[in-house]
Structure formats: C-alpha cells, structure tokens
C-alpha cells in the first residue's frame, strides 16, 4: 500500500503536487477540462488541511523549450473559477526563477499557486537531479497527483522524490484502485475489449491479458492486422504490417489458454476515409479489394454486446470503429451501450475511448474511467509506473 495525504499532516506545510493537466486545447481555449476536474478533490483536501500549495504540470510536447501555446495560463484560469479562489501563476520561461521563489516562499496555508509548464525545460524529461532539486526546494513534501503521466521518469514526476518524502493524492490512489483490481483480482467473467488504431503499442497489452481474462474483444483498425493473419482479404484498412505473425501468434496463446477471442464477425466498409463516402456492410470474408474496415458490422455489435452482458468485469481500451464521424460510431457506441446497461464493473482507459463515452452521454453509467490513456496501458500491462514506484509506502 502506497502513503496518501491521509496517512501524513500537511497543516502549514509547503506542499508541490505533479497533477496531469495536460488538457486538449484548441486555440489557446480548454476543450475538455477532465484532468483538472479530476485532480480537484486533492487541491480541495489540501487547501482545507492548511497546506499551502505548489501545483505543477507539463502541456503538450515543447521539447525543453518555452513555448507559449504550451503556457499554463488557461489552466490557472480554469482552477481558479473551480476552487473559487485565485491561483497564482507566473509565467516563467525557466519554470522557476528568483520571483517564483519569491512567491512559493511567501505562500501562506490554505493559498495555491501553479508553476509554467515544466517542459518549458530540457532537463524535465531527461530527470535532471538539478532540475528536480530545483524543484524539490520549493516545498516540504512531494504529492504524485499526475496519473496520466506516471508512466514516465521525469525530474517533476521521479526525481523530485528523491529529495522530498512523496506521497500518493487520490486520484492516483483511486486509479490504481480500480485498475489494480481489474487485473489482479478480477471478478469473472473478466472481459477485454481492444480496439483503436495503435495496434502496435496495444499488442503487448493482449499478450498480457490473455493470461489474465476469460474473453478478449478485438474491434476498431486492430481487427485487420488479426484478420491478415487468418488470410481474409482487408482492403485498403489500417494494418500493421509488422505485427502480423505476432497476431497470429496472439491467437495460437488464446486457443491455447481457453481463452474465447472474439473478433468482428462482419464490417461497416467504406470507399474513402470519408463520413460521406460510400458504404457496403459485408461478412468479414467478403470485404472488397478497394474499400476500407471504418467499423464493425451489426451483428458483430450484437455479438459483443452479448458477451459484455454476460461479464462481472470489463476493460475496454479503444474504439470500434472511425467514430468521430457520425457514419462509422454506431460499433462504438452499442459497445458504450453494452457496458453502461451491464451491472459489471466497467474500466475504461485510454483519451479517445473516454471521450467517446463521454460523447454518448454515457461517462456516468462506467465505474472508472481512468485519466491515462498510454499510463492505464502501461499499467494494465503489468509494468510498474516509475512515477508510482517513488510513492512512499505505508
Ligand atoms: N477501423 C478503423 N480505421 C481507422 N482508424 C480507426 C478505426 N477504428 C478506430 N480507429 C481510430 O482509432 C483512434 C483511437 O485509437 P487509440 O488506439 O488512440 O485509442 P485510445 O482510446 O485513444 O487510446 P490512447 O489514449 O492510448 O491513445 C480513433 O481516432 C479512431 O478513429
Ligand atoms: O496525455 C498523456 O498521455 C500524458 O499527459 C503524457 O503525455 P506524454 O505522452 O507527452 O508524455
């Protein structure tokens, strides 16, 4: 068991919390503000313990540079309209400099400030001890917050703890609540679903899992390097044409565990990758040479819905089908549908399956939807999370 904010007294201490604010932004405006409300039970139990409170985050990709469509300021704005109180921000290009000092010292319990955007330095991502020292003396106690982020080793997310006691805030304790529990000690049946585009960063996921679950439910783009390797012609649909023979591979360890792999048994083709372009529903031996797979057919949704209704435990990572184009989401969502309608408990993880949840207004009806997408993988996997392992232990 990992420490939390519970297990330590944080009245009048100076506390910096690594939270994942890495949000989707479109013209400098938030388009989705999921991560900051989900860090917001942590801030608030902080803040009412008298902490006084250091925030910091990455955005983005500036590769060490400060790049200012990077910059925290919408998000400083966001928290402040949240906790209803003004969160300091100073918007260094060196993160931390005599100024920002100037303000963490002069912090009192119960204020909040929030540092730029940590990848406004090269040293965050190579877990510079400098960089993380330079941080770490800003406060008197590490909280890891920064579930979306904890598969990497970086100074704000590692090193730090290498100066300062760190413990666990709640989202990460409640992420790895749930997607520990999914793994290690499921409730069976204890189904998975795989789908999305990312088939090679995603089979390593089923390798593991096969060992793990009762069945596995392979949709979306992965379906077709799966059906490549049973020789079904695919069109001109996504493949990965590396991990073929591992497909085939994935499926000889399946049959061999009496695990039930179910792949769509029917497709949603289209001519071009197109909400408009011309469509044909067919029998998955039947797909024609010049079209592409953009969703499972309807009696693959049925089929897999089938299955969803008969399990105790559910993880989904990935959708069925193209289904930001209205066209191609009916796969997804009847699989959305299933999941919301089934009393299992229901995990999803990854950016583009929770937002699709979301889109069909079903988010309320899931037990946990984790706020990682290539963190929950990893986790789900089986690794250990460099950004988990510096947790304190009870
Ligand atoms: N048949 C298909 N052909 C092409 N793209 C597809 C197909 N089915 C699904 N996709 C695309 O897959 C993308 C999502 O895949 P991805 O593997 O990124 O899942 P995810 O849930 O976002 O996980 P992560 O957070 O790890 O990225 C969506 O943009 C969707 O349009
Ligand atoms: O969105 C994510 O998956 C996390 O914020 C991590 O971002 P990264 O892939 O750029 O490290």
Redesign the pocket.
Known sequence: MKKTIRDIDVKGKKVIARCDFNVPMQEGRITDDTRIRAALPTIEYLLEHDAALILMSHMGRPKGEPKMEFTLAPVAERLSEYLKKEVKFKSSPTVVDDEVKKMAAELKPGEVMLLENVRFRKEETENDPGFAKELASLAELFVQEAFGTAHRAHASTAGIADYLPAVSGFLIEKEVKFLGSAVEDPKRPFVAIM????VG??IPVIRNLISRVDTLIIG??M??TFYKAMGLEIGT??LDADNVGLAGELMKQAEEAGVKMLLPVDVVCAAA?ENDAETVTVDRDKMPADM????IGPKSAELFAEEIGKAATVVW????????MPNFAEGTKKVAEALAASDAITVI??????AAVEQFGLADKMTHISTG??AS?EFLEGKTLPGIAVIQDK
């Open positions: 789908g999305g585009a990312k960063d995603k979306g783009g379906a077709y649909s996504i990758f592409m797979g953009m969703d990572n990935g959708p069925m089908g193209v289904f930001e993880g990854g950016g583009d399956s929770a997408g290539g993988l």
